[in-house]
């Protein structure tokens, strides 16, 4: 299966395509170049052009999302009422252009809808790599952690966590999300347990593939 | 003008088409090729002057394809007619494709100046700033040198131009309002801008890498006799991004010189970038950009307009942006 995976990071892209797989229980090929977006607004800005591109000028089958929280309002499933969306929550505003953008591509012959999964990391990618680990690698953690577990000083402190150090090179992130990836896909409940609303939705759309 | 250069075994350029308007602006990875493409401009200007074994891609020089060959496919005043010259281990042969024989003599000695006054800069801020000999009919050099020399010529031989130039620079750099000149020895010359407050004057040596590179693009646009062709090697080097609009108009002040009430043949502006911020202002003119890709079979080159369903993917997006995400090609493969 040819899935296309659209971050912030190269190390969004090696950790998430291991969870991915370990998800669909089944290694899934890349798309022939890599995404990349220039932070949060540049994922939401582009996902209707990455979108669009896959699904016009690509044989990719599925794309995958991901972003970082950062501090933004946690993502709860009422928001996806009819009328509920919450503009501040970021899986909302992946969901709303995601939707928008199908809503206008137009059918290609012999070409199947692109399966779409998003997700969002609370309040960075980082604490999913920590999660059996460290107990402020949770949803609830952070929801109850307050001013605490706010602001970039927070995230900083879970990088250095779970690199080592903080300007710890390209190459030891990238092994060190690698490891922790493999470890959560022997047991993705613990994930989809600790992370409910940023992970979760991400794991229930590829289950439906 | 020229609509595109045709490239075999050039360097990185085995077998590719470069596409070109007035206006060009090439963006793709380091290595792909885009500085290549301007050299050979300037090659196909002093084919005596090229070893070809040291422009033979790699592998091809013992292959059955042993030849380097650059194609100019000219537009007006030359339509239909093409430029070649080829290189090979028994020498330069050329010019040798097209319908140039059917030229009369007027057309071809045209043609020939044009492609003489084929120019390449990447500007080197070092050597912009550095005091220059007084000799008649001196020109930018490809790194901006000369730039003390151009600058009095133009001041002494096209005083409105130059008051224009000044103007233009007031504008681009506002804490400055005039160009000076010193003399550090006798028959040199050196740059100084004056502080529009307190009339300061300051030495092209202490000026920012940014106001010295925006003094020799804005140079470039007010000379009453520019090159044919400009190909410039990233012209947003040291500029901020608010002012790359300044750079996208001084570069376009050359290539539509009519709607700058400009009274002069418009120049062919091939430039290179990897700002997301200036390919930004291509937004509307995709026609203008040009993708280089490395691909197995070396770079290829695509017209973005070209890509298939191109105003769909940018839609409201910046092009800056969508270029960076990589759906049109034109990044690193492995980041």
């Known amino acids: 299966m040819k899935v296309a995976v659209f971050g912030e990071s190269d190390l969004d892209e090696e950790a998430v395509r291991i969870l991915v797989d370990g998800i669909l229980g089944k290694q899934t090929q890349s798309v022939d170049f890599r995404l990349r977006a220039r932070g949060w607004p540049a994922v939401k800005d582009n996902l209707p052009a990455v979108l669009t591109h896959l699904h016009y000028r690509t044989d990719a089958e599925a794309l995958v999302v991901i972003a970082d929280s950062d501090d933004s309002p946690l993502h709860q499933a009422d928001h996806e009422q009819p009328g509920n969306v919450n503009s501040e ?18 059918p290609v012959p012999g070409r199947a809808t692109i399966k779409i999964a998003a997700g969002i990391a609370i309040p960075a990618i980082e604490a999913w790599f920590l999660c059996g680990s460290d107990p402020r690698a949770s949803e609830a953690a952070w929801l109850q952690g307050g001013a605490s577990m706010r602001g970039a000083d927070f995230r900083k402190k879970l990088k250095r966590t779970l690199y080592g150090e903080d300007f710890a090179p390209q190459a030891i992130r990238i092994r060190r999300v690698r490891e922790e990836a493999l470890r959560l896909t022997q047991d993705l409940s613990l994930l989809e347990s600790y992370f409910p609303n940023g992970f979760g939705p991400l794991a229930h759309a590829i289950r439906g593939w | 003008m020229i609509k595109s250069v045709q490239f075999k075994n050039f360097k990185a350029l085995r077998d590719t088409t470069l596409p070109l308007e007035r206006f060009t602006l090439i963006v793709g990875p380091n290595g792909s090729g885009k500085s290549t493409a301007l050299q050979a401009l300037r090659a196909i200007s002093n084919a005596g002057e090229i070893d070809f074994n040291r422009v033979i891609t790699t592998g091809q020089r013992f292959s059955a394809e042993n030849f380097v060959e650059i194609t100019l496919h000219l537009g007006w005043p030359y339509e239909g007619s093409a430029y070649g010259i080829r290189w090979s ?36 801020a070092q050597a912009i700033a550095a005091p220059v000999p007084l000799v008649p009919n001196v020109e930018l050099t490809p790194n901006g040198h000369n730039l003390a020399g151009v600058l009095d010529q133009l001041r002494d031989q096209d005083h409105e131009r130059f008051e224009a130039l000044n103007e233009a620079l007031g504008l681009w750099l506002p804490e400055f309002d005039r160009i000076l000149f010193e003399t550090p020895q006798p028959g040199t010359r050196s740059i100084l801008l004056r502080t529009r407050r307190g009339q300061h004057k300051i030495a092209a040596t202490d000026l920012s890498q940014g106001s010295l590179m925006a003094l020799a693009m804005l140079t470039l646009a007010y000379l009453p006799n520019p090159p044919s062709v400009v190909c410039l090697e990233e012209p947003d080097r040291g500029i901020h991004p608010r002012l790359l609009r300044d750079v996208q108009e001084a570069l376009y002040r050359l290539s539509f010189p009519e709607s700058y009430s400009e009274e002069r043949e418009p120049v062919q502006v091939i430039a290179t970038t990897h700002s997301p911020y200036l390919l930004d202002l291509y937004r509307d003119h995709p026609e203008q950009v040009v993708i280089a890709n490395k691909t197995e079979e070396g770079t290829k080159f695509e017209r973005l307009s070209e890509q298939p369903y191109i105003e769909e993917i940018l839609r409201d997006s910046h092009l800056g942006d969508v270029w960076y995400t990589g759906v049109l090609g034109g990044v690193p493969a492995h980041l």
């Open chain 2, 89 to 124: 281990e028994a020498g330069v042969s050329g010019p040798h494709k097209g319908p140039l024989a059917a030229m009369d003599q007027e057309a071809r000695n045209l043609l020939s100046r044009d492609l003489e006054r084929i120019r390449i800069y990447s500007f080197d």
């Open chain 1, 89 to 106: 929550c970021r899986l909302c505003g992946l969901l709303v252009a995601i939707g928008q953008t199908l809503n206008r591509l137009a």
